[in-house]
C-alpha cells in the first residue's frame, strides 16, 4: 500500500529562514506523491527517499522484527542535519510503501514500480528499509529501469551473503539467490562479509554462483589499493551498478538496533568511505539502506548513524550529478 510522505516527519533546528547556508535538510525536502512526479517541473536528477515499511522478510527468516519503524525514524534523524547538497530543491520525500499483512511479495513488486518511475523521471531513488527484503524490490525498479538485457552489478555491504534457499517463501535471507537464478545478466559482490557469520554452505553457495566478496577482516584499514581495485574491476564489467546496505555490517558496538547484531563488524567511516567510493561512479543508479530497528535501538544510535549514512548517499550522489552536468 501506497502512503503520501508526511511532512510532521520533518522538523528540526531552524537557524534562518531566508538564508540557505544556515538549512538544515528539514528545511529543503520537498514533498512529492509517487503518482505527480512526471509533472515536477524541475528537469535535473535528483534524490528522491521512498520507505520501504516491511519485516515481513525478516519474520520468514525468525529474525528479531522492529525494521518496518526504520523509515520514518531515519527520516526523522535525517531532518535535523545540516544541508549541504545541491539548491533548495534537490530532494524529496515521496512517502512510504507498507507491506500489509504477509503479503510480501506484492509489496516487493510496488515498491520496484516506485523505483522504476523515479528513474524514468531523473530522479535517483535511495531506499529506506524495513528489512534487507527491501532489496528485492529495489532491484525489481532497477531492472525494469534497465531493461532485460543490460547487465547489472549487485554491490551489497552486508556480514552476510543473504543466499539461502527458498524453496518454502523467499525471506531477508534470500533475495540475492532469487535474483541470481532469475537473472544471468546479474554479478554479485558483497563488502564486509562476516567468516563466523555465514555457515560454510553459504561460502560453498557462493562460490558455486560465482559471488564475489572482500571479508570483513580485510577492511579493518578501510579501503586498501587492493579493495579498490576489486571494486573497480567488479563495476567496469557492469553497464549499471546498484548500491545497498545492510546495518548489521557494523559492529554492534556502532550499530546496537540492528535485527543480527555482531561483536565484530565494520567500523562507520570504513562504511561511509564505501558508500562514497561506489556512487562516485556514474554506473551508480541507486542506494538502500536496511535492517535498521528502532526498537532495539540504544539511544537511537543506529538510527542516527543510519541517518548519516543515507546523508553521505545523497551528498555524493549530487557531486556525482554535479560532475556530469
Known sequence: MYKLPNQDNWSGRTDHVKKKSSFRIHQVVNMLDINNVSLE?????????????????????????????????????????????????SLSDV??????????ELAQQEVGKCITTLLKNKKTPIILGGGHETFYGHYLGVRQFIGPDASLGIINI????????YDDQPS????????????????????????????????????????????????????????VSVIEQFINEHDYVMLTLCTDVMSAAHAPGVSAPSAFGLIPSVVRSLIRHVISNNKTLSFDISEVNPDLDENQRTVKLAAGLVNEAIISFQKEENNDH
Open 95 to 104: 512517502g512510504n510503501i507498507i507491506c500489509e499483512g504477509d503479503q510480501l
Open 41 to 89: 517541473k524541475k528537469a535535473h536528477t535528483n534524490c528522491a527517499l521512498i520507505g520501504f515499511q516491511c519485516e515481513e522478510g525478516v519474520r520468514r527468516n525468525k529474525g528479531r522484527i522492529g525494521a518496518a519503524k526504520a523509515p520514518d525514524s531515519i527520516r526523522g534523524e535525517l531532518a535535523k542535519l545540516p544541508w549541504h547538497g545541491l539548491d533548495e530543491s
Open 158 to 165: 552486508d556480514a552476510h551473503f543473504d543466499l539461502r534457499p
Open 172 to 227: 531477508s535471507g534470500t533475495m540475492f539467490r532469487q535474483i541470481l537464478d532469475q537473472d544471468r545478466a546479474c554479478g554479485y559482490l558483497v563488502l564486509g562479509i562476516q567468516r563466523y557469520g555465514n555457515t560454510k554452505e553459504l561460502f560453498d553457495t557462493a562460490d558455486r554462483y560465482s559471488c564475489q566478496y572482500i571479508l570483513e577482516e580485510q577492511l579493518t584499514n578501510g579501503l586498501t589499493t587492493e579493495t
